[in-house]
Protein backbone atom coordinates (compact mmCIF):
# COMPACT_ATOMS: atom_id res chain seq x y z
CA UNK A 1 0.00 0.00 0.00
CA UNK A 2 1.25 3.43 -0.53
CA UNK A 3 0.99 6.06 2.26
CA UNK A 4 -0.19 9.82 2.27
CA UNK A 5 3.68 10.85 1.22
CA UNK A 6 3.91 8.35 -1.67
CA UNK A 7 6.47 6.05 0.09
CA UNK A 8 5.49 2.11 -0.81
CA UNK A 9 4.93 0.03 2.76
CA UNK A 10 5.40 -3.62 2.27
CA UNK A 11 7.85 -4.16 5.47
CA UNK A 12 6.48 -4.97 8.32
CA UNK A 13 8.83 -5.88 11.54
CA UNK A 14 6.27 -8.53 13.86
CA UNK A 15 7.33 -8.74 17.46
CA UNK A 16 6.37 -12.39 18.85
CA UNK A 17 7.14 -11.94 22.57
CA UNK A 18 8.50 -9.01 25.14
CA UNK A 19 10.41 -11.61 26.80
CA UNK A 20 14.09 -12.06 26.56
CA UNK A 21 16.69 -14.43 28.01
CA UNK A 22 19.43 -11.29 28.18
CA UNK A 23 19.04 -7.52 29.79
CA UNK A 24 21.17 -5.72 27.47
CA UNK A 25 21.37 -2.49 29.42
CA UNK A 26 20.61 0.24 26.71
CA UNK A 27 16.98 -2.04 25.92
CA UNK A 28 15.39 -3.36 28.77
CA UNK A 29 15.75 -2.53 32.85
CA UNK A 30 17.63 -5.05 35.72
CA UNK A 31 14.78 -6.39 37.20
CA UNK A 32 11.06 -4.75 37.63
CA UNK A 33 10.23 -6.02 34.07
CA UNK A 34 5.98 -6.83 34.39
CA UNK A 35 5.75 -10.05 32.97
CA UNK A 36 2.19 -9.22 29.96
CA UNK A 37 -0.42 -12.32 31.39
CA UNK A 38 -0.76 -14.93 28.46
CA UNK A 39 -4.11 -13.49 26.79
CA UNK A 40 -2.29 -10.27 26.46
CA UNK A 41 0.64 -11.66 24.24
CA UNK A 42 -0.74 -12.33 20.30
CA UNK A 43 -1.23 -16.01 19.92
CA UNK A 44 0.36 -18.09 17.82
CA UNK A 45 -2.66 -17.88 15.08
CA UNK A 46 -3.07 -14.04 15.24
CA UNK A 47 0.70 -13.67 14.38
CA UNK A 48 -0.29 -15.78 11.51
CA UNK A 49 -3.52 -13.61 10.92
CA UNK A 50 -1.95 -10.55 11.22
CA UNK A 51 0.91 -11.47 8.65
CA UNK A 52 -2.12 -12.56 5.99
CA UNK A 53 -4.23 -9.11 6.59
CA UNK A 54 -0.74 -7.59 6.25
CA UNK A 55 -0.07 -9.35 2.84
CA UNK A 56 -3.26 -7.89 1.47
CA UNK A 57 -2.47 -4.28 2.06
CA UNK A 58 0.79 -5.34 0.33
CA UNK A 59 3.06 -6.32 2.74
CA UNK A 60 5.80 -8.51 1.14
CA UNK A 61 8.75 -9.02 3.99
CA UNK A 62 8.34 -9.81 7.64
CA UNK A 63 10.92 -9.58 10.03
CA UNK A 64 10.68 -11.78 13.26
CA UNK A 65 11.48 -9.95 16.23
CA UNK A 66 10.73 -9.02 20.07
CA UNK A 67 12.34 -9.47 23.03
CA UNK A 68 14.12 -12.65 21.89
CA UNK A 69 11.72 -14.11 18.98
CA UNK A 70 13.90 -17.57 19.62
CA UNK A 71 12.00 -18.14 23.11
CA UNK A 72 8.47 -17.79 21.46
CA UNK A 73 7.04 -21.43 21.69
CA UNK A 74 6.87 -23.11 18.20
CA UNK A 75 8.95 -20.47 16.72
CA UNK A 76 10.01 -22.74 14.00
CA UNK A 77 5.99 -23.69 13.01
CA UNK A 78 5.41 -19.84 13.03
CA UNK A 79 8.09 -19.25 10.03
CA UNK A 80 6.85 -22.28 8.49
CA UNK A 81 3.20 -20.77 8.08
CA UNK A 82 4.41 -17.09 7.97
CA UNK A 83 6.53 -17.81 4.83
CA UNK A 84 3.83 -20.22 3.41
CA UNK A 85 1.55 -16.92 3.09
CA UNK A 86 0.67 -15.55 -0.48
CA UNK A 87 2.19 -12.91 -0.98
CA UNK A 88 4.93 -13.22 1.37
CA UNK A 89 8.63 -13.34 0.02
CA UNK A 90 10.92 -12.88 2.61
CA UNK A 91 10.88 -13.53 6.56
CA UNK A 92 13.98 -12.89 8.21
CA UNK A 93 14.38 -12.77 12.36
CA UNK A 94 16.80 -10.25 14.29
CA UNK A 95 18.24 -12.58 16.74
CA UNK A 96 20.62 -12.08 19.85
CA UNK A 97 21.87 -15.83 18.41
CA UNK A 98 22.13 -17.58 21.76
CA UNK A 99 19.96 -20.13 20.78
CA UNK A 100 20.52 -20.49 17.56
CA UNK A 101 22.44 -23.14 17.25
CA UNK A 102 18.94 -25.41 18.39
CA UNK A 103 17.06 -24.04 15.05
CA UNK A 104 18.96 -23.13 12.34
CA UNK A 105 18.31 -25.60 10.15
CA UNK A 106 15.18 -26.40 11.35
CA UNK A 107 14.27 -22.19 10.42
CA UNK A 108 15.88 -22.67 7.12
CA UNK A 109 14.09 -25.48 6.43
CA UNK A 110 10.96 -23.85 7.62
CA UNK A 111 11.80 -21.02 4.85
CA UNK A 112 14.00 -18.05 7.06
CA UNK A 113 15.52 -16.14 4.50
CA UNK A 114 17.82 -13.93 6.45
CA UNK A 115 19.69 -13.53 10.15
CA UNK A 116 20.25 -10.43 11.58
CA UNK A 117 22.55 -11.08 14.69
CA UNK A 118 22.55 -8.88 17.36
CA UNK A 119 26.42 -8.04 18.87
CA UNK A 120 27.92 -5.06 20.80
CA UNK A 121 30.84 -6.54 21.24
CA UNK A 122 33.86 -9.36 20.61
CA UNK A 123 35.40 -9.69 23.70
CA UNK A 124 33.59 -11.88 26.48
CA UNK A 125 33.73 -9.68 29.52
CA UNK A 126 31.88 -7.13 27.67
CA UNK A 127 29.47 -8.95 26.36
CA UNK A 128 28.95 -10.52 29.75
CA UNK A 129 28.48 -7.24 31.12
CA UNK A 130 25.98 -5.41 28.49
CA UNK A 131 23.85 -8.34 28.71
CA UNK A 132 23.95 -8.60 32.03
CA UNK A 133 25.24 -12.43 31.98
CA UNK A 134 25.01 -13.66 28.35
CA UNK A 135 28.12 -15.88 27.38
CA UNK A 136 29.66 -14.47 24.23
CA UNK A 137 30.89 -18.40 22.67
CA UNK A 138 26.98 -19.16 22.03
CA UNK A 139 26.86 -16.12 19.59
CA UNK A 140 30.40 -16.51 18.17
CA UNK A 141 30.16 -20.22 17.28
CA UNK A 142 27.14 -19.65 15.64
CA UNK A 143 28.27 -16.89 13.09
CA UNK A 144 30.21 -20.02 10.87
CA UNK A 145 26.85 -22.29 10.86
CA UNK A 146 24.61 -19.08 9.78
CA UNK A 147 27.32 -18.66 6.67
CA UNK A 148 27.60 -22.12 5.85
CA UNK A 149 23.30 -22.50 6.00
CA UNK A 150 23.44 -20.27 3.13
CA UNK A 151 21.43 -17.29 5.07
CA UNK A 152 23.43 -14.60 3.42
CA UNK A 153 24.30 -12.10 3.88
CA UNK A 154 24.89 -12.35 7.35
CA UNK A 155 23.83 -9.21 9.02
CA UNK A 156 25.60 -8.13 12.41
CA UNK A 157 24.26 -5.26 14.33
CA UNK A 158 26.10 -3.09 16.56
CA UNK A 159 25.01 -0.56 18.65
CA UNK A 160 28.07 1.98 19.37
CA UNK A 161 28.07 3.00 22.80
CA UNK A 162 30.49 5.64 24.07
CA UNK A 163 32.75 4.29 26.71
CA UNK A 164 31.97 0.70 25.80
CA UNK A 165 32.82 -0.22 21.92
CA UNK A 166 34.57 2.41 19.99
CA UNK A 167 37.97 0.87 20.05
CA UNK A 168 36.50 -2.38 18.84
CA UNK A 169 35.54 -0.76 15.28
CA UNK A 170 38.26 -2.19 13.56
CA UNK A 171 37.75 -5.51 14.94
CA UNK A 172 34.00 -5.69 13.44
CA UNK A 173 35.11 -3.93 10.39
CA UNK A 174 38.03 -6.91 9.88
CA UNK A 175 34.77 -9.40 10.03
CA UNK A 176 33.55 -8.39 6.26
CA UNK A 177 37.26 -8.72 4.21
CA UNK A 178 37.01 -12.24 3.82
CA UNK A 179 33.25 -13.23 4.71
CA UNK A 180 30.01 -12.78 3.33
CA UNK A 181 28.76 -10.77 6.80
CA UNK A 182 27.19 -7.14 6.59
CA UNK A 183 28.57 -5.25 9.73
CA UNK A 184 25.55 -2.32 10.47
CA UNK A 185 26.96 -0.07 13.26
CA UNK A 186 23.75 1.69 14.78
CA UNK A 187 23.84 4.72 16.24
CA UNK A 188 22.02 4.50 19.82
CA UNK A 189 17.79 5.88 20.19
CA UNK A 190 16.97 7.52 22.76
CA UNK A 191 14.39 4.92 23.77
CA UNK A 192 13.10 3.49 27.15
CA UNK A 193 15.99 2.70 28.93
CA UNK A 194 18.64 4.12 27.10
CA UNK A 195 16.44 7.29 27.15
CA UNK A 196 17.88 7.48 30.70
CA UNK A 197 21.70 7.51 29.23
CA UNK A 198 23.79 10.17 29.62
CA UNK A 199 24.50 12.29 25.74
CA UNK A 200 28.55 10.79 26.59
CA UNK A 201 26.82 7.06 25.67
CA UNK A 202 26.03 8.76 22.13
CA UNK A 203 28.73 7.86 19.64
CA UNK A 204 28.13 9.63 15.75
CA UNK A 205 28.55 6.51 13.25
CA UNK A 206 30.74 8.95 11.36
CA UNK A 207 33.38 7.74 14.20
CA UNK A 208 33.41 5.13 12.19
CA UNK A 209 34.40 6.69 9.23
CA UNK A 210 36.93 8.48 11.42
CA UNK A 211 38.48 5.05 12.39
CA UNK A 212 38.52 2.75 9.01
CA UNK A 213 39.26 3.47 5.45
CA UNK A 214 36.40 2.86 3.76
CA UNK A 215 34.75 2.87 0.26
CA UNK A 216 30.90 4.09 0.02
CA UNK A 217 29.17 1.28 -2.87
CA UNK A 218 25.35 2.57 -3.64
CA UNK A 219 22.29 0.71 -1.54
CA UNK A 220 20.98 -2.48 -2.32
CA UNK A 221 17.52 -1.66 -1.39
CA UNK A 222 16.41 2.03 -1.67
CA UNK A 223 14.09 1.77 1.79
CA UNK A 224 17.55 0.38 3.33
CA UNK A 225 17.72 2.54 6.67
CA UNK A 226 21.78 1.73 5.99
CA UNK A 227 24.56 3.65 4.40
CA UNK A 228 26.53 1.35 2.39
CA UNK A 229 30.70 1.07 2.57
CA UNK A 230 32.87 -1.60 2.23
CA UNK A 231 37.07 -2.49 2.47
CA UNK A 232 39.29 -2.02 -0.29
CA UNK A 233 39.56 -5.60 -0.22
CA UNK A 234 36.15 -6.61 1.33
CA UNK A 235 33.61 -9.34 0.46
CA UNK A 236 31.49 -8.08 2.99
CA UNK A 237 29.94 -4.89 3.73
CA UNK A 238 29.66 -2.01 6.08
CA UNK A 239 26.73 0.09 7.22
CA UNK A 240 26.53 2.50 8.72
CA UNK A 241 22.32 3.40 10.41
CA UNK A 242 22.11 7.13 11.59
CA UNK A 243 18.31 6.47 13.20
CA UNK A 244 18.51 10.14 14.68
CA UNK A 245 18.91 11.75 11.52
CA UNK A 246 15.54 12.02 9.74
CA UNK A 247 17.54 10.66 6.17
CA UNK A 248 15.83 7.70 6.09
CA UNK A 249 12.22 9.20 7.05
CA UNK A 250 11.73 9.61 2.86
CA UNK A 251 12.02 6.18 2.46
CA UNK A 252 10.46 4.23 5.11
CA UNK A 253 8.61 1.57 3.74
CA UNK A 254 7.81 -0.28 7.76
CA UNK A 255 5.41 -0.84 10.01
CA UNK A 256 5.44 -2.66 13.34
CA UNK A 257 3.30 -4.73 15.02
CA UNK A 258 4.52 -5.27 19.17
CA UNK A 259 3.53 -8.90 21.04
CA UNK A 260 1.05 -6.84 22.97
CA UNK A 261 -1.33 -5.89 19.85
CA UNK A 262 -0.46 -2.37 18.73
CA UNK A 263 0.77 -1.45 15.63
CA UNK A 264 3.35 1.30 15.52
CA UNK A 265 3.22 3.87 12.05
CA UNK A 266 6.67 5.00 13.77
CA UNK A 267 9.06 3.57 15.65
CA UNK A 268 9.82 7.01 17.38
CA UNK A 269 6.68 8.23 18.12
CA UNK A 270 4.07 7.09 21.06
CA UNK A 271 1.28 6.53 18.54
CA UNK A 272 -0.30 3.15 18.83
CA UNK A 273 -3.48 1.34 17.24
CA UNK A 274 -4.96 -1.12 19.33
CA UNK A 275 -5.14 -4.44 16.95
CA UNK A 276 -6.33 -6.61 20.01
CA UNK A 277 -10.12 -5.95 19.85
CA UNK A 278 -10.00 -6.73 15.56
CA UNK A 279 -8.88 -10.04 16.08
CA UNK A 280 -11.77 -12.07 15.06
CA UNK A 281 -12.62 -10.69 11.71
CA UNK A 282 -9.81 -10.50 8.98
CA UNK A 283 -11.32 -7.73 7.37
CA UNK A 284 -10.92 -5.72 10.56
CA UNK A 285 -7.33 -6.48 10.91
CA UNK A 286 -6.77 -5.45 7.07
CA UNK A 287 -8.78 -1.84 7.91
CA UNK A 288 -6.68 -1.64 11.52
CA UNK A 289 -3.36 -1.80 9.00
CA UNK A 290 -4.47 0.44 6.55
CA UNK A 291 -5.16 3.02 8.94
CA UNK A 292 -1.60 2.53 10.41
CA UNK A 293 -0.14 2.93 7.32
CA UNK A 294 -2.52 5.74 6.44
CA UNK A 295 -1.07 7.79 9.57
CA UNK A 296 2.41 7.12 9.05
CA UNK A 297 3.71 10.58 9.75
CA UNK A 298 6.23 12.18 7.42
CA UNK A 299 9.20 12.00 9.83
CA UNK A 300 9.85 11.43 12.84
CA UNK A 301 10.71 14.51 15.62
CA UNK A 302 13.50 13.43 17.63
CA UNK A 303 15.37 16.70 16.63
CA UNK A 304 12.49 19.32 18.00
CA UNK A 305 13.05 20.63 21.03
CA UNK A 306 9.81 19.48 22.05
CA UNK A 307 10.64 15.83 21.35
CA UNK A 308 9.83 13.81 24.39
CA UNK A 309 11.58 10.12 24.11
CA UNK A 310 8.93 7.43 23.84
CA UNK A 311 8.41 5.46 26.83
CA UNK A 312 8.21 1.59 26.21
CA UNK A 313 11.16 0.15 26.29
CA UNK A 314 12.57 -1.81 22.72
CA UNK A 315 11.90 -5.26 23.91
CA UNK A 316 8.44 -4.21 24.24
CA UNK A 317 8.27 -2.72 20.70
CA UNK A 318 10.65 -5.16 18.38
CA UNK A 319 13.71 -3.37 16.97
N1 LIG B 1 16.48 -9.79 21.06
C1 LIG B 1 16.73 -9.61 19.69
C2 LIG B 1 18.10 -9.01 19.47
O1 LIG B 1 18.69 -8.50 20.41
O2 LIG B 1 18.53 -9.07 18.32
C3 LIG B 1 15.67 -8.81 18.96
C4 LIG B 1 15.09 -7.63 19.67
S1 LIG B 1 16.21 -6.27 19.97
C5 LIG B 1 15.12 -5.10 20.71
C6 LIG B 1 16.46 -5.70 18.32
C7 LIG B 1 17.62 -4.75 18.12
O3 LIG B 1 17.34 -3.52 18.76
C8 LIG B 1 18.97 -5.22 18.67
O4 LIG B 1 19.91 -5.21 17.62
C9 LIG B 1 19.31 -4.19 19.70
O5 LIG B 1 20.69 -3.97 19.79
C10 LIG B 1 18.57 -2.98 19.19
N2 LIG B 1 18.30 -1.96 20.20
C11 LIG B 1 17.68 -2.10 21.39
N3 LIG B 1 17.62 -0.92 22.04
C12 LIG B 1 18.21 -0.01 21.24
C13 LIG B 1 18.47 1.39 21.33
N4 LIG B 1 18.08 2.11 22.37
N5 LIG B 1 19.11 1.99 20.30
C14 LIG B 1 19.51 1.28 19.21
N6 LIG B 1 19.28 -0.03 19.05
C15 LIG B 1 18.66 -0.66 20.06
FE1 LIG C 1 16.99 -8.85 24.72
FE2 LIG C 1 17.54 -8.02 22.27
FE3 LIG C 1 16.88 -6.28 24.17
FE4 LIG C 1 19.22 -7.48 24.35
S1 LIG C 1 18.58 -6.09 22.71
S2 LIG C 1 17.70 -7.24 26.02
S3 LIG C 1 18.77 -9.42 23.51
S4 LIG C 1 15.56 -7.81 23.34
New binding site residues.
Given amino acids: MIDKYNRTIDYMRL?VTDR?N?R?K??MPESGVSKKLHREILRHEELVEIVKAGAQVGIKKIRL?????LIRKNIVELVKEISNVEGINEVT?????LLLKNYLNDLKEAGLTRI???L?TLKSDRYKSITRGGNIEDVLSCIPLILAAGLSPLKI???LIGGFNEDEISDFVELTRHQNIEVRF??????????RWTNDKFVSNQKVLEVVELIKIDKTHPSSPAEYYKLKDGVGKVGLIN?ISCSFCVDCNRIRVTSDGKVKPCLHSDQEIELMKALRNHEDIVKILRVAITSKPKEHLINDKEYKPITR???R???
Fill in positions: SCLCYCTGGEPMTTNGNLSDNVVIELMPIGEASPDMNIGG
